[in-house]
């Protein structure tokens, strides 16, 4: 998505509101706020859940900044509200913590609870609102606040606390423009909802400045209908019909309540249940069954200022070179990933060699059913062949390094005197596999004809090993792969001139990751070049070398026969 055009329209306040905790309010903030930023908007989130602060936490993992220790440094709403009760005031710009977005090319600033401590308790029970509002002016400081913010930002994201509150009231109705309401499919949370927009509503007409009617956008949280189809159209019609002025309110006459509840669910996938995670950064936004893809349906509605068309497009956009059907499982990636450094950490050390590996996986997004252990191993057989690394994907006969059943697949952990193997095929035959160490025989070197030829023969072996599933060659098949330890390396042609060097690897660099798609049909017409776009990221970090696609041909020769 394009940046905003600057102009002099005011930023917006949108209040994430729910009747209930543990819906994914602040989760749904977070993430919604992440691509705000990245698209190019200024965003400022502020957490006035005071009572059960840390939206900070979903920023931990952000390089560059320790946003938890810097809360502890940084003052925040409470300290802001009770400078106001003490008629200290101070700038609001004093509290702002700023996050970068997309590795620092974007940012957005957060506002936390307040300055965390031993402390901050007291403080918070310290808080009198009536008192604060009849006699220190908090009304028009909250005003004056809000004001300010939407001449800085673009969009305000305030994170409000749950339940019918003085935090809440001050949330819903002194600040929003736009309530955003998170809620579950039970009659306690639908109702609660109800009543606290009644509130709102009724509160907001008492200010005393002229303020637009409030608008409210009820958003469907933790939906299991992929899992519950029949439970979950009962409540979808009864959530359409519970909800349906309040849709109405800003929906176009040609849409409807239903839709409204098809388009903005918000999807419940236990593996983002466990932290404060970002689904947008961590898996992205491409696949439409995805939590990534759900919340961009709801930022690009913020963005728009409530434009349902916007909203439509990314419900139902998609990539235009993947059709995602299904995805790769980070939590079963993560697994191997530790299961493979532990296995293949052993080997290197104990034949003294560098710490260099390739680790590849990849997956077929056309549904496909679950394959048993015994199937898999039928299956790993049939795809196995013999090339310059056998060992990708190798069934051995061997007790000691044949494959294993898991719960979720089939492994094998393999050594042979100069390097190991760790490969694994999980249920939906996604594969993944680390190789160590790449150039086994030297210490100094990265050969250009060994990093190439394994990269062929993992192209060749994915081949192998979704055409013998009986999948079509319309099927399309994703692959990340990791070059890793190669710092301070050079690149020489081969082990015969591996004096033939070129330069030393930059010093900052030590790993690269690239990812492809391509259907099978495409890898059997032209393999040399999906060969290629693999390889030449990895090689033009050494001095920016490059190499055509005859290079990758002869190196490649022997694989491409996918027959």
């Given at each position: ?6 102009t ?7 209040t ?7 819906v ?55 300290d ?26 974007s940012?957005?600033?957060l ?12 403080k918070?029970?310290a ?10 002016n ?30 809440g ?14 809620f ?9 909802i ?8 009724a ?5 005393p ?20 189809y029949?439970?979950s ?6 959530t ?14 040609s ?52 434009d349902?068309?916007?909203a ?37 050390r ?6 260099g ?9 056309d ?59 999980n ?13 086994p ?9 060994t990093?190439i ?56 660099e ?7 798609s ?46």
């Amino acid at each position: 998505m394009n940046a905003p055009t600057t102009t002099s329209v005011p930023g917006i306040v949108y209040t994430f509101y729910s009747y209930k905790g543990g819906v994914g309010r602040s989760m749904a903030l977070a993430n919604c706020a992440t691509l705000l930023a990245k698209w190019g908007h200024k965003v400022l989130i502020v957490d006035w859940d005071l009572e059960a602060p840390g939206l900070e936490r979903f920023f931990s993992k952000v390089p560059g900044i320790n946003v938890s220790m810097t809360r502890t440094l940084k003052p925040g709403m409470i300290d802001l509200i009770e400078a106001c009760g003490r008629n200290t005031l101070f700038s609001w710009r004093d509290c702002t913590i700023e996050i970068p977005i997309a590795n620092g090319s974007s940012k957005l600033d957060l506002i936390t609870a307040g300055r965390s401590g031993s402390d901050y308790s007291a403080k918070l029970h310290a808080l009198d609102f009536p008192r604060l509002f009849s006699e220190s002016n908090l009304g028009t400081y909250i005003e004056s606040l809000r004001d300010e913010w939407t001449a800085a930002y673009d969009f305000v994201l305030v994170d409000s606390r749950t339940g019918v509150t003085d935090i809440g009231g001050i949330c819903t109705v002194h600040l929003a423009d736009v309530l955003i309401l998170l809620f579950t499919t039970t009659d306690s949370s639908i109702s609660g909802i109800l009543d606290i927009v009644e509130r709102a509503k009724a509160a907001r007409a008492k200010l005393p400045i002229d303020r637009a009617a409030l608008v409210t956008v009820p958003v469907p949280a933790r939906d299991e209908s992929r899992t519950e189809y029949q439970q979950s159209q009962k409540w979808k019609e009864l959530t359409a019909t519970r909800f349906k002025d309040l849709y109405e309110d800003w929906l176009p006459a040609s849409a409807t309540a239903e839709e409204a509840v098809d388009v903005l669910r918000i999807p419940y996938i236990p593996y983002w249940s466990f932290g404060e995670r970002l689904p947008v950064i961590e898996e992205g936004t491409r696949d439409p069954s995805s939590l990534g893809r759900a919340y961009e349906v709801l930022a690009r509605l913020l963005s728009s200022r409530l434009d349902w068309k916007q909203a439509q497009e990314a419900a139902g956009a998609t990539d235009v070179s993947v059709s995602f059907k299904r995805t790769i499982d980070l939590a079963w990636v993560e697994k191997q990933q530790r299961l493979a450094k532990n296995f293949t950490t052993q080997g290197i050390r104990s034949r003294d060699k560098n710490g260099g590996f390739i680790e590849a996986y990849y997956f077929c997004s056309d549904s496909h059913s679950p394959k048993s252990p015994m199937q898999l191993l039928k299956l790993a057989k049939s795809a196995e062949f013999s090339g310059h690394r056998k060992e990708i994907g190798e069934v051995c006969s061997d007790d000691q390094y044949k494959p294993r059943p898991v719960s979720d697949g089939i492994h094998a952990s393999i050594q042979r005197d100069d390097s190991s193997i760790f490969w694994s095929l999980n249920e939906n035959a996604d594969f993944f596999c680390q190789l160590a160490p790449i150039e086994p025989d030297s210490n100094d070197s990265v050969f250009l004809g060994t990093r190439i030829r394994t990269v062929a023969e993992l192209l060749a072996h994915s081949y192998r090993l979704y055409t013998v599933m009986g999948l079509s060659n319309s099927s399309r098949v994703h692959l990340t792969l990791t070059h890793a330890g190669f710092y301070g390396l050079r690149l020489s042609y081969s082990r015969e001139s591996k004096n033939s060097s070129f330069s030393n690897i930059a010093a900052v660099e030590n790993l690269k990751t690239t990812s492809i798609s391509y259907t099978l049909e495409e890898l059997k017409s032209d393999f040399a070049a999906k060969v290629m776009e693999l390889c030449n990221p990895f090689f033009n970090l050494f001095d920016f070398q490059e190499y055509n696609k005859d290079v990758y041909q002869v190196h490649a020769q022997n694989y491409s026969d996918l027959t």
